[in-house]
Every structure is written in C-alpha cells, then in structure tokens.
C-alpha cells in the first residue's frame, strides 16, 4: 500500500522556513529547536553535540531535531546542507512517529538517495523560500514520510540524552511571523509589541532560544534568500533589492558585503 493511503486521513503540514544555507570551517551554533527540523547533508561533515553526547553526519545523511532540542553543531572543514522547519501531525500518529520526540541521524543509500531527490526538487520548486509552492510541499511530504517510516523501522542513531526546555507558544508564533514577514522591513520592536511581549524580555529569550539576537536573525533571513535569489539569475540586482525590502540597490549591496565579505555581483 502506498504510504499516503495511510496518512491522508488527518494530515497537517505546515513548512515556517526552508534553505539552502553553506558555512565556513569556522561555523558553530548554539540553539534550542522550536520545531521539528530536518537537515539534509549536501557537502561536507557535522558535528552534533546534545545532552552530552556527540554525534557526527556526513555527506548525504539527514539530521533530525524535535521542538525543545537544544544542541551545539559545527563542521571542521565547512558544510553546506538544506534545512526546513516544519509541523506536522498525521491521522496515523500511531504508526508514524512525530510528535514523540524523534532525533537523530539517519545515514544509508537509500537515505542519501531519497535526500538528494528531495533537495533537488525542493530547491527547484521553492522559488518563494518564504511561501514554497505545492510542489515543493508535496516533495518534502513524500521525503519527510520515508524519513519517518525509516526511523520507525531502526534506521535511525538517536539522540538519546537530550535536553528538554519548554517552548514558549508566543515565542513560537513570534519567530514564525519574523521567518514570514522578514523583507517586509518589520522591526524587532514592532515584533515584540505585536505579541505582547516587553522589547528586552523578547530580545533575551530570543538570544537564548535561537543562540543569536533577533536583529541578527532578520538579517540572516534576508541574506540566505538573497544567495537564492542571486543563484536563480532571473532577477536584476535592484528587483532582488526590492524583493529584500531594501530601499535601493545600494544599500542591499552594502548589507550584503557585511554579511558576507563580498558584493552581490561578484558573488553571481
């Protein structure tokens, strides 16, 4: 039996935020996860530090956090690799795990098969990294159901000693609306008076959730959907400037070189 005749019963699958994102050999993060998170392993290896136990993926491998996950990674030779944010819920909870908690590295062929038939069609199909069109979501549907079934069946290294911290709702719903509205030019204050929360107290939990400050997030969005942007070649520098909600070319190139250490159009 195919597997969506078991789970188009009572599905829900909302994808917050979806990236090709690359780092350098001096990369390293700190973070607590707030949804459930899959990275798919392109080049390079990770290392994964969480509950004291360090683990490590390599080209090809797909890693899994759950909300409340709190983990250090970094690679000693650079990594690039595709990530998404992601609830779902299935009508057949019992046969599929989701919500209980499912961390790990999953490694393989068919794994690394499967990871790299997703990444290709999701990152074909993603134009809008901020609203994926239904291809893109049917093509993580069908990968992230296979990753789920593959850890059901053993196939999976589990994180087995993790932390847990209780996520916050507003917190959640907050970091959502940033990874929506980033190049809307929205503003950490307006964020935080949105939701109701003071602009400190927001800053600080952010910080500790997210292991960087929420300005530096708005940024982070904008510039890992510029290097999409930049990739596709379809746009002009100043359209792709307008897109980012940047006032002119200019200043979209100025913030680009900032981040990370050259123009846009040597970049291209």
């Known amino acids: 039996m195919d597997i969506f005749d078991e789970i188009l019963g009572g599905i829900s699958l909302k994808i917050v935020n979806g990236q090709y994102v690359f780092h350098t050999e001096n990369w390293r993060e700190t973070k607590t996860k ?8 392109r080049r390079g290896r990770i290392h994964i530090s969480i509950g004291g136990t360090e683990y490590l993926a390599k ?4 890693i899994l956090f759950s909300p409340g996950d709190i983990y250090t990674a970094w690679s000693d030779e650079g990594c690039e ?7 779902l819920e299935l009508g057949c909870s019992g046969n599929i795990p989701t919500r209980d908690g499912v961390s790990g590295i999953l490694s393989g062929e068919s794994v690394a098969s499967a990871s790299s038939r997703f ?6 199909n993603a134009k809008n990294t901020k609203h994926p069109g239904i291809n893109a979501y049917a093509a993580f549907l069908s990968f992230i159901t296979n990753m789920l079934l593959a850890v059901r069946e053993g196939g999976c290294i589990l994180f087995q000693k993790r932390d847990k911290r209780a996520d916050s709702t507003d917190m959640q719903s907050a970091i959502e609306y940033m990874s929506e509205h980033f190049a809307d030019g929205v503003s950490v204050k307006e964020v935080a008076a949105k939701f109701g929360i003071s602009e400190k107290h927001f800053i600080t939990r952010f910080r500790s959730i997210t292991g960087m ?3 530096k997030y708005l940024i982070e969005c904008r510039m890992r959907l510029a290097v999409e942007l930049l990739r596709e070649r379809e ?4 359209e792709i400037a307008q897109e980012l909600g940047y006032s ?9 070189k900032k981040h990370y250490g050259e123009p846009p159009s040597f970049f291209r």
């Not at 690799?81 to 609830?87: M, P």
């Not at 002119?248 to 680009?256: G, N």
């Open 59 to 62: 080209e090809g491998d797909v």
């Open 81 to 87: 690799f595709v990530y998404v944010f992601f609830n």
């Open 213 to 215: 400050p929420p300005k």
């Open 248 to 256: 002119d070319q200019y200043s979209f190139s100025k913030a680009f």
């Open 119 to 124: 990444c290709s069609k999701y990152i074909q």
């Open 34 to 41: 707030l949804y459930n998170t899959v990275w798919c392993v």
């Open 235 to 238: 746009r002009t520098m100043a």
